[in-house]
């Protein structure tokens, strides 16, 4: 049998974070988001070097950097509540960027920080606009 290009539920594009502390932003991701842990490589003396985890129908990697420079990133995040996924988010220690709010876009989104330094925008879609609708209201929100 042919073995694949990539594992058996990746997905093409996987965002991979390197930050100390990674075990703590595995604890938030599963607090927040309920990420479910697919699996963790732990050195001898316990550092992760590498973890994935599911977060809905999406994986993301993460590990320690091991010296090199840590590596944050910002990522969009749809959920079913965005309001409730925004209080789980700062009841498990993270910092408030942006409270719920109605986009003109159509998403409401929140923003928050985790310890480690990544911030997370986290989105419902409230509405789906036809593009005529979308730069009307663009238009409307920045001038033109």
Excluded: H
Excluded at 54 to 79: C, F, K, N
């Amino acid at each position: 049998m042919a073995v694949s290009y990539m594992p058996a539920g990746a997905q093409t594009v996987t965002p991979y974070l390197a930050v100390p502390g990674v075990a703590s932003l595995i604890d938030f991701l599963k607090a927040t988001f309920d990420a479910k842990e697919i699996d963790r490589a732990v050195t001898p003396d316990g550092r992760i070097i590498n973890a994935t985890l599911a977060i809905g129908g999406s994986r993301l990697m993460m590990g320690d950097p091991g010296g090199q420079p840590a590596e944050t990133a910002m990522l969009y995040v749809y959920v079913p509540d965005c309001d409730a996924v925004y209080a789980r988010a700062l009841a498990a220690g993270a910092k408030s960027l942006l409270v719920p709010t109605d986009q003109f876009y159509g998403d409401r989104t929140a923003a928050v920080q985790d310890a480690t330094g990544n911030k997370w925008w986290i989105a419902t879609r409230r509405e789906d606009l036809t593009p005529e609708e979308g730069a009307r209201r663009m238009a409307a929100r920045f001038g033109g």
